[in-house]
């Protein structure tokens, strides 16, 4: 590793959460607008963080602490293997370390309301984890290579070979960022929500280090959906910009659905879509 | 030592010692176990130290091997056969001879010694199954001396079955270390029908009436394993080919008819690797006593099954045929997925787990490429260890806490601190990064990534195995603090060192994967692939397509484990800060943060309980067991089919 | 230390998140609690979340009588929440009782249970006054140390609990 990776690695270490909390407080302002609402300030998520490192911590159960720690730590390390510009699918098993160790942080509590959202949270892994795998499979298809070091060097966006495709990732995107109508197990607006789901039982500084690593998440999965237009900075921009903001419009116009639904509607659609794009990558090499 | 001799001790040792356990008594026994388990792990280690050799051996205590094995061969069928009697039990009768009548044939009429060359043939790929065999199987049999000790005085025997019990694990090692050492097939043959033998005679071991009646379902279905093998030998002397492994593998595909006796050899090893849809024999068998589910059903004789498909992978490679088995494999690991995350008996699910990773062996042998065999050879080795991990811990928590459900488990940490730690173990270094069996995951997505169907069979077989282990894992530490640490469990010597044994190579030889990989698996692919094969270079592991930053991730998961154990202390805790009782509407019981349930109507204390929730009601095995099968039967068909 | 001290005072006022809890009230007041989430009063602007789990919130918002039943839960709720945390009686119930603090089953105010820090007054409160009442509890709020600064519940805790355990005396015979 040169010079040049390590300094790379580390920014992206200490940039990855200011952008994912800066982006947590524009969605924050933008959902606000659009309902007539003057909303919070831009960095109201970090206020929020801090105020919670502060507080007294208060577990049931020291497996909570130990599993939110395991979280971080693997959503810091996904975001720097993807600074080292290493292997997709690498990348997205270490993410699923974090992901199931929240969900046996919550499942060690025995409270019904976080068992339940344990159990929802699974099922939106279930969900979201074989579209994943296909977005990747579909690079390879189009860069013939799983590392992003190679995915950069193609030489096209990739988004014209894949636009479906593209259309998956965001339903993973969708289920990551915990927006309706796939937050099933967690949601970011007290109206849909009962006590808090899968987050009931972490409290205070606990809270603090999931809602860090949930940035170091989104970083990393918009990062993935950068992938798709690398070869310039303008159209990267603009992808990301009209993805979010598409996010934070279904966000508000849909309702939180069932788990059933999600998980029939996601595959049915995700693989169909998938299958479409992969027919038309066959179709253009012939 | 000289690798003959040390092949010898392997194969012959384990027979001696199991015909000495018959003589039922308890010091000599735990000896011979021991003493046996040491001295093959000893010989398997020290077999590592030579190059791949072949030879033929000229006389075994005077006696020429393949007329002394072509004997017991029929020995053995007659033996069936009697059982096969006393049952009355035609299909298996029916069975048997269909395997007797062609094997004289054979025998008598079709010269099957012809160009022979060596009868045993020894290369790393066999050295790494004599590995698993030899250690992680002698580990299980030394925790078979305590488990059945508990289990006959739980039983309340009046005389002890463990001299028939031991006769049977200790012949197996044997007879698995003899399949994986020979290349002359009828041997081969010969130790295959022995560990289905094996199997079978161990399954019933408890006589109760569902024992015997699974331990028949499990003959049947391997001797229709049998029956194909015996028919692939007779094809391949028909067609003027000797009956050695290598020749097989190396000859050319003139012929486009070798296919059909290695599509037949392919479906033996599918019906000993309970593939869909023979699954249920394994399922089945896991009434038998732990230690056997451990040795035979999940972590040895099933992986005979895998290992001969992955020997045969190089004379298929190219063809259409070997596409389908990469679907059927694709289909078993889905499959069996979706039944295990259905289930709540533990040792149902590792059950299903091993057939869903058996499957996944198969699928990589199917897709043919370096990155796919080497995923199958790594994914035997930490398969074995942490399945076999696994089921001795469900073995021990049965024993303890008299179920075997993973509802029941709830909250284990506190009851059983140690073993819940050592299955905590057992369950991570089967799914997650950076421990061996993911890597060989890993391994195998991206090989399979150029065939659409199979690469999406894998994807959803793995997002559903990583369901039902993670909450598997969840409940096992469902629990409130106590007020005092809970007293740790005693565990017997002769438990406490396989499972602490098993746990530590789980994680340890996760961590030498690379060198593992370069030494032992290499060598193996470079004989048959001369392209996109996987370089293990300091700790990362990678080819033209993908790569595996192995030690960074173990490195900082390891530091972040430690840390995250530091941080999550309980001493540190309670100076800090305070434990809670969980959130129940403010109806909790002030008084006691320890004392879970509400304060209900009219005053009235009531617990809550929670489970997970099994989806019975979509995926009960039941409901969609015929179905799968259904899947599964068409495509074994169509795969048969693409042979010609 | 000082400026990580200012940053966590500051961020403390600019994220109070609240929890809500109904002791009886007659509906009146939670109206108007929830009435701040509208547009109109959009209390977001000052971060503040309306949050369903006390595990969660920073300042407890009580409207209602206490009575000898939902007493405990009250106190429980109060319990589960981390501290530094903050209590507001919203309204004449939740302050003293209101026009109920002679009925046999009422004990009286939020403070007879639990430490209150702000009383919002009125039968309604208005929806200024409720922002008010949260304005003046993250003045109190911003230097709790955790632990050190929890007023010692007020005696009238003690009493609540007598008066619990022996309602059976004081019950109207018919």
């Known amino acids: 590793m040169d010079f040049k990776t390590i300094s790379f690695v580390i920014l992206a270490i200490i940039l990855a959460p200011l952008a994912g909390g800066l982006l947590a407080g524009i969605d924050r302002r933008l959902t606000a607008w659009f309902q007539g609402r003057f909303g919070p300030p831009i960095l109201q998520p970090f206020y929020d963080v801090i105020k919670l490192l502060g507080k007294e911590p208060q577990v049931v159960n020291y497996w909570q602490i130990f599993c939110v720690h395991i979280y971080l730590i693997a959503s810091i390390l996904c975001v720097a293997l993807f600074a080292m510009q290493a292997d997709l699918l690498m990348i997205f098993f270490v993410m699923t370390i974090g992901a199931v160790f929240m969900v046996v942080g919550a499942l060690a509590v025995p409270s019904p309301y976080s068992q339940l959202g344990a159990q929802r949270e699974l099922i939106q892994m279930l969900t979201y984890e074989p579209l994943l795998i296909i977005v990747f499979v579909g690079i390879y298809f189009v860069t013939d290579s799983f590392k992003i070091a190679d995915i950069l060097a193609y030489d096209r966006p990739i988004f014209l070979a894949l636009p479906l495709l593209y259309l998956v990732l965001t339903f993973a995107l969708t289920i990551k960022l915990r927006k309706s109508p796939f937050d099933i197990s967690a949601s970011h607006h007290a109206h849909q929500e009962l006590v808090r789901g899968v987050l009931t039982e972490y409290s205070g500084p606990y809270l603090a280090i999931l809602e860090i690593a949930h940035w170091y998440d989104i970083v990393l999965i918009l990062a993935i959906c950068s992938l798709f237009w690398s070869t310039s900075w303008i159209g990267l921009v603009i992808l990301l910009a009209v993805t979010y903001m598409a996010e934070i419009i279904i966000d508000n116009v849909t309702p939180r659905m069932t788990w059933k639904w999600m998980l029939t509607y996601v595959w049915a659609v995700g693989i169909s879509l998938s299958f479409f794009n992969m027919a038309l990558l066959y179709a253009k090499s012939f | ?644 | 230390m000082g400026f990580f001290q200012d940053l966590l005072h500051t961020s403390r006022v600019k994220s109070p998140w609240l929890i809500h809890f109904d002791c009886g009230s007659c509906n009146g007041c939670d109206i108007e609690v929830l009435a701040c989430l509208t547009p109109v009063y959009d209390v977001e602007r000052f971060g503040i979340l309306n949050i369903g789990n006390p595990k969660h919130a920073d300042i407890l918002v009580v409207s209602g009588t206490v009575n000898p039943r939902n007493a405990k839960a009250l106190k429980n709720i109060y319990d589960q929440m981390p501290d530094p945390k903050a209590v507001i009686a919203i309204g004449a119930c939740g302050t003293s009782g209101g026009v109920f603090r002679e009925a046999y089953n009422v004990l009286g105010g939020v403070d007879k249970v639990i430490p209150v820090d702000v009383y919002v007054p009125g039968c309604p409160s208005k929806p200024e006054a409720i922002i008010d009442g949260v304005v003046l509890a993250l003045e109190k709020l911003k230097k709790r140390r955790p632990e050190k600064d929890t007023e010692p519940l007020v005696a009238d805790l003690k009493k609540a609990r007598e008066f619990y355990e022996n309602r059976e005396d004081r019950q109207v015979t018919r």
């Not at chain 2, 470079?526 to 030690?551: C, H, K, P, Q, W």
Request: with cysteine.
């Open chain 2, 1 to 644: 030592m000289l690798a003959p001799q040390l092949i010898g001790i392997s194969i012959a040792l384990p027979f001696i010692a199991a015909v000495l356990c018959l003589i039922n008594v308890k010091p000599l026994r735990s000896a011979l176990v021991i003493g046996t388990g040491v001295v093959v792990s000893v010989a398997s280690l020290a077999l590592v130290q030579s190059g791949a050799i072949s030879f033929t051996p000229e006389s075994f205590l005077g006696i020429n091997p393949d007329g002394l094995i072509a004997i017991l061969d029929f020995a053995l069928l007659f033996v069936i056969l009697g059982i096969a009697y006393r049952m009355k039990n035609k299909l298996i009768a029916v069975l048997t001879l269909l395997q007797i009548v062609p094997l004289a044939f054979l025998e008598l009429f079709m010269n099957p010694g012809e160009n022979m060359g060596p009868a045993i043939y020894v290369d790393q790929f066999s050295m790494i199954m004599c590995m698993v065999i030899s250690i992680v199987g002698s580990l299980i049999c030394v925790y078979g001396l305590a488990y059945m000790k508990e289990h006959e005085h739980h039983l309340k025997l009046a005389t002890s079955r463990q001299g028939r019990f031991f006769f049977f694990m200790v012949l197996f090692l044997g007879a698995m270390n003899g399949l994986v050492f020979s290349n002359n097939l009828l041997w081969l043959y010969f130790f295959w029908e022995v560990t289905t033998f094996c199997s079978f005679m161990l399954i019933k071991h408890d006589d109760t009436e569902i024992a015997v009646k699974n331990a028949t379902r499990a003959l049947w279905m391997n001797m229709l394993g049998g029956v194909a093998f015996v028919l692939a030998l007779v094809i391949f002397r028909s067609q003027g080919l000797p009956l050695s492994l290598q020749e097989i593998i190396t000859a050319e595909p003139a012929s486009k008819l070798i296919l059909l006796p290695v599509g037949l050899l392919c479906f033996a090893g599918f019906t000993k690797a309970a593939q869909l849809p023979f699954q249920s024999w394994l399922c089945g068998a896991m009434v038998a006593p732990t230690p056997i589910s451990a040795l035979l059903h999940s972590s040895t004789m099933v992986k005979a099954g895998v290992y001969l498909v992955i020997r045969l992978a190089p004379a298929f490679a190219g063809t259409v045929f070997s596409n389908y088995v990469a679907l059927f494999g694709a289909v078993t690991f889905l499959g069996a997925a979706v039944l295990a995350l259905s289930q709540s008996n533990g040792k149902k699910i590792l059950a299903y787990s091993t057939i869903s990773n058996l499957g996944m062996i198969v699928a990589c042998a199917g897709i043919n490429t370096p990155a796919a065999m080497a995923a199958a050879v790594l994914l035997i080795v930490f398969h074995a260890i942490s399945k076999a991990l696994m089921f001795l811990c469900v073995g021990t928590i049965e024993q303890h806490i008299g179920s075997r459900d993973i509802e029941d488990m709830r909250g284990l940490i506190n009851v059983m601190p140690r073993t819940t730690m050592v299955a905590v173990i057992g369950i991570v270094t089967m799914f997650l990064p950076p421990f061996g069996a993911l890597l060989s995951k890993w391994m195998a997505v991206e090989a399979s990534a150029h065939l659409p169907l199979v690469v999406l069979m894998l994807a959803v077989g793995s997002a559903l195995t990583m369901v039902f282990w993670g909450r598997w894992l969840g409940l096992l530490m469902t629990s409130v603090v106590p007020d005092k640490a809970p007293l740790a469990e005693s565990q017997p010597c002769l438990i406490r060192l396989p499972l602490l044994a098993l746990a530590v190579a789980a994680v340890l030889i996760s961590f030498v994967a690379p060198g593992l990989y370069s030494s032992m698996v290499l060598p193996v692919l470079e004989r048959f692939y001369d392209t996109d094969l996987y370089i293990a270079a300091r700790g990362v592991i990678s080819n033209n397509i993908g790569m595996f930053a192995l030690y960074p991730v173990f490195v900082v998961m390891t530091l972040g484990v430690i840390y995250a154990v530091r941080a999550s202390s309980s001493k540190r805790l309670i100076k800090r800060g305070n434990y809670v009782t969980p959130y129940v509407c403010g109806l909790q019981d002030p008084g006691d943060s320890r004392k879970l349930g509400f304060k209900g109507p009219l005053g009235v204390w009531a617990d809550f309980k929670t489970t997970n929730w099994y989806m019975e009601s979509l995926i009960g095995e039941s409901r969609i067991t015929g179905w799968i099968n259904l899947v599964a039967i068409g495509i074994l068909i169509i795969l048969l089919a693409g042979v010609f």
